[in-house]
């Protein structure tokens, strides 16, 4: 196993829960794309530690609203990829446990 570094170290579950929700909201009133602010979003994901189903369909997402954005696709389509990404980070906060130490 890797040891973590403090980028993607695991958070402690409430501020895990804060950021995933920080997250949400800026995937909810998004309209363009930062790399700093992309970087931000996957740290947060990767802060779940270990991949499950979820964080890559998360991150699957992310990639799909973003590039959208990018590459000036129709607003519909924008908005699609939008709402699945908010379905897949509303899914990760809900499933959400704390891990036992």
């Known amino acids: 196993m890797v040891a973590a570094t403090a980028d993607v170290a695991p958070l402690p579950w409430r501020d895990h829960?804060?950021?995933?929700?920080?997250l949400r909201r800026g995937v909810a009133i998004q309209s363009s794309v930062d790399a700093a602010d992309g970087i931000r979003a996957r740290r947060i994901l990767f802060s779940l530690g270990q991949p499950s189903g979820d964080m890559l369909a998360a991150l699957d997402a992310l990639d799909r609203f973003e590039r959208a954005i990018v590459e000036c696709d129709d607003p519909s389509?924008?908005?699609?990829r939008r709402r699945n990404c908010l379905v897949i980070l509303d899914r990760l906060a809900a499933k959400?446990?704390?891990r036992a130490s």
Do not use: K, R, S, V
């Open 96 to 98: 959400g446990l704390p």
């Open 17 to 22: 829960l804060a950021a995933l929700g920080a």
């Open 77 to 80: 389509t924008i908005e699609m």
